[in-house]
């Protein structure tokens, strides 16, 4: 199994979602662009990975929302080194269609009353939703390093909460520990980095908001 050297994940830079909600009202969140300062974000961070990648292939996965794929035309990858798929299954937590801003805002006071993970979005989905399928996806991902040819390098062009739910499927995080981490800011990295014990490790932790809060005991003892 060729498992590659680095697993990378990247958010998108700053949306006009970001920045106004209601913009949600007019326009479906898959449609919404970036900012200027998104793309200014993008490439910066576009930079730091070609600088990261050098002249290594890369094998792309990306969400099929405008501003993840505007994100990643930010980096100006190598198209000789790459191969990018569009990925359905890293698409952002659906909130609904057409969004009404007070409603959306009201749903997530109560989501943060109820919780992040399980609380269920009117006509859309909760995070355990957004974790089976990224579990999903995660699946097919190891079955693609089963090529002897595949790529040092896997990127994954995605969203804040993708991110994460992407981590605590890899990591076998509890839902109290995912509940405890922040997202990501706007075009920030996370890499899983492959060790000479061939465990993945992540380079740096998502901030903590609060210590986490378990039902029980989870993992081996003893």
């Given at each position: 199994m060729a498992r590659p050297r680095r697993i990378v994940l990247v958010r998108h830079g700053e949306s006009t979602g970001n920045i106004d909600d209601s913009v949600y009202e007019r326009e479906p969140d898959h449609a919404l662009p970036l900012t200027e300062r998104g793309r200014q974000q993008a490439e910066e961070t576009g930079k730091e990975l070609r600088d990261l990648f050098g002249h290594e292939r890369v094998s792309v996965y990306v969400s099929p929302y405008r501003r993840t794929h505007e994100t990643l035309r930010a980096f100006h990858l190598d198209p000789d080194l790459i191969r990018i798929r569009e990925e359905p299954r890293l698409r952002e937590q659906d909130?609904?269609?057409?969004?009404?801003?007070?409603?959306?805002?009201?749903?997530?006071?109560?989501?943060?009353?109820?919780?992040?993970?399980?609380?269920?979005?009117?006509?859309?989905?909760?995070?355990?939703?957004?974790?089976?399928?990224?579990?999903?996806?995660?699946?097919?991902?190891?079955?693609?390093?089963?090529?002897?040819?595949?790529?040092?390098?896997?990127?994954?062009?995605?969203?804040?909460?993708?991110?994460?739910?992407?981590?605590?499927?890899?990591?076998?995080?509890?839902?109290?520990?995912?509940?405890?981490?922040?997202?990501?800011?706007?075009?920030?990295?996370?890499?899983?980095?492959?060790?000479?014990?061939?465990?993945?490790?992540?380079?740096?932790?998502?901030?903590?908001?609060?210590?986490?809060?378990?039902?029980?005991?989870?993992?081996?003892?003893?």
């Open positions: 909130w609904g269609n057409w969004q009404d801003r007070d409603d959306v805002r009201l749903q997530k006071a109560y989501r943060d009353a109820y919780g992040h993970f399980f609380y269920r979005f009117a006509q859309g989905e909760s995070g355990a939703d957004v974790y089976d399928r990224v579990g999903n996806f995660l699946e097919s991902l190891f079955r693609s390093f089963e090529a002897p040819d595949h790529p040092p390098n896997v990127l994954l062009v995605t969203h804040g909460l993708a991110m994460r739910l992407f981590c605590m499927r890899w990591f076998h995080w509890s839902v109290a520990e995912f509940e405890s981490l922040s997202n990501p800011g706007n075009a920030e990295v996370r890499m899983l980095v492959l060790g000479g014990d061939g465990k993945y490790t992540l380079d740096r932790p998502f901030e903590r908001w609060r210590e986490p809060e378990p039902y029980g005991i989870t993992g081996w003892s003893g």
